[in-house]
């Protein structure tokens, strides 16, 4: 009788270890993937080797699209900062999103996005993940409505308002609510290079996660002006390289009257703007390879989506030149352009045994998709209405896309902006308190938008007309004919 007791025990105790060892592999298999967004500050369409950036090359990010998808018809949400990033964080496009422009305050900091909004970081909040925040925000100061702790991030660390971030160099970050001093900083001493520290803390918080589910939004300041970098190994690899034609003489060095009041807009001056612009870039790309490196010394790489995107097309401030460069990748404007050139961005994602490696997708798409993507990899769903569409099925090859019919811009600065792309068609309008003429292109035959056609397709002009009109909410803090 002992021994038959003894031995059901036995078995009973096998049954539970290995029912136990069935459920952690099984919790294992079903651990949703980490996510980590990171948004270049100005980067064009063609500062990127992989496509087509021939001056000085970006071998991590590079190694990216050789591991995962290149996309070469992705946009960004505006053709400047708050707003393109306002479009990222809440699913809808510039007729919809509640910043719709780089509204400055006389406080430190900008418009902040109302509490009501629903943002990518409270979604994947919503489907357990930690969530955490790291680089330039711009959509609100810090304790308002906007800050990023009351919009879903559990952590911050960076630059809260977009002025202070003009400067490489500042006194401070934000932790938080917290000012995180930085060692040897004022407005006049250059000891400590922020966009570091921010690197530091963006690798500090995947430690800490590794655990866990994360979703970390990563949006690196550079290479943003003003233009300006270390002086370490990685700014003598483009010593003399470049015939410096475009040097910026503009008399704003670091000093005690800097701060972040509205008009200090400063940039300070660059003897080597081609040099130190390379320079920024390799760096950023630099900071791509170590969190690629964390991964996989934290074994989480194989779990992890990393996405990579620009926010607008390439600056021209501080010395920066993005005609030398080809910047714009052979398209149509810069920054603040709603022609290709200043909307259209490098978009590369990577998803380990998920995404075919070396992919190009042509798929058309946004930021506002990126909400509802980063939603259905994390199995929720968002619960206000938004504009953009899950591009996973292209990501895993599926073959079901769901397709825009369209995607729509606006942009209140020089009398407004509009545009928009449908198919092949491009429609982009200026100056509309002046009644602008609209200009049609055909992206498929002319995709530098040289040849204006509007004239020759009355049709497809009313039809783009009559988007415009319907995407188009009037916003009073940000009137669409300024």
């Not at 055909?442 to 497809?460: F, K, M, R, W, Y």
Request: aromatic share 12%; net charge negative; proline share 5%.
């Amino acid at each position: 009788m002992k021994i038959r007791l003894l031995l059901s025990a036995l078995a009973i105790s096998v049954s539970f270890v290995s029912c136990s060892a069935g459920k952690e592999k099984k919790e294992q298999e079903v651990k949703k993937p980490n996510i980590i967004y990171i948004l270049a500050d100005d980067l064009g369409y063609g500062d990127l080797s992989c496509y087509g950036q021939e001056k000085f090359e970006t071998p991590n990010i590079d190694q990216l699209a050789g591991r995962g998808m290149k996309f070469t018809q992705h946009y960004c949400g505006s053709a400047v900062c708050a707003p393109s990033r306002s479009t990222l964080l809440t699913g809808m496009h510039t007729g919809h999103t509640p910043i719709r422009g780089n509204k400055e305050l006389e406080t430190e900091g900008q418009t902040a996005i109302p509490a009501s909004t629903l943002t990518l970081a409270e979604v994947m909040k919503t489907a357990g993940y930690t969530t955490g925040m790291f680089g330039k925000w711009g959509l609100g100061f810090t304790g308002s409505e906007g800050d990023p702790n009351k919009q879903g991030f559990d952590e911050f660390y960076g630059y809260n308002c977009q002025r202070m971030a003009h400067r490489y160099y500042p006194p401070y970050l934000w932790h938080n609510q917290e000012k995180a001093y930085l060692e040897g900083n004022d407005w006049t001493n250059m000891v400590t290079y922020a966009p570091d520290k921010i690197q530091e803390a963006a690798i500090q918080f995947i430690e800490a996660n590794k655990d866990k589910p994360f979703f970390a939004y990563v949006p690196f300041t550079l290479p943003h002006a003003e233009l300006i970098s270390p002086d370490d190994s990685l700014a003598k690899m483009f010593e003399g390289k470049f015939v410096e034609d475009n040097v910026y003489t503009a008399d704003d060095s670091y000093a005690s009257d800097y701060g972040p009041a509205i008009e200090t807009y400063k940039y300070c001056p660059q003897k080597a703007p081609y040099a130190t612009f390379a320079t920024m870039i390799s760096r950023m790309d630099a900071y791509v390879g170590q969190i690629v490196a964390k991964l996989e010394e934290l074994g989480i790489a194989e779990n992890t989506i990393v996405m990579f995107a620009s926010d607008n097309g390439p600056h021209t401030e501080g010395g920066a030149n993005p005609e030398f460069f080809n910047s714009a990748g052979g398209l149509r404007g810069v920054k603040r352009d709603l022609y290709e050139g200043g909307v259209r961005s490098p978009f590369i994602v990577v998803w380990p045994n998920k995404i075919k490696a070396g992919t190009v997708s042509n798929h058309i798409s946004a930021f506002w998709d990126v909400l509802p993507t980063c939603a259905a990899i994390a199995d929720v769903k968002p619960t206000s209405t938004i504009d953009g569409i899950s591009f996973l099925p292209e990501l895993l090859g599926e073959g079901n896309q769901k397709k825009h019919d369209y995607l729509y811009w606006e942009f209140g600065i020089q009398g407004g902006r509009q545009a928009v792309r449908m198919g092949d068609w491009k429609a982009v309008v200026y100056n509309l308190k002046k009644q602008g003429e609209m200009q049609l292109f055909n992206l498929a035959d002319d995709v530098a938008e040289t040849s204006n056609i509007a004239g020759q397709h009355p049709d497809i002009v009313a039809q783009m007309k009559g988007i415009m009109a319907k995407e188009h909410v009037d916003s009073e803090i940000f009137p669409l004919m300024n």
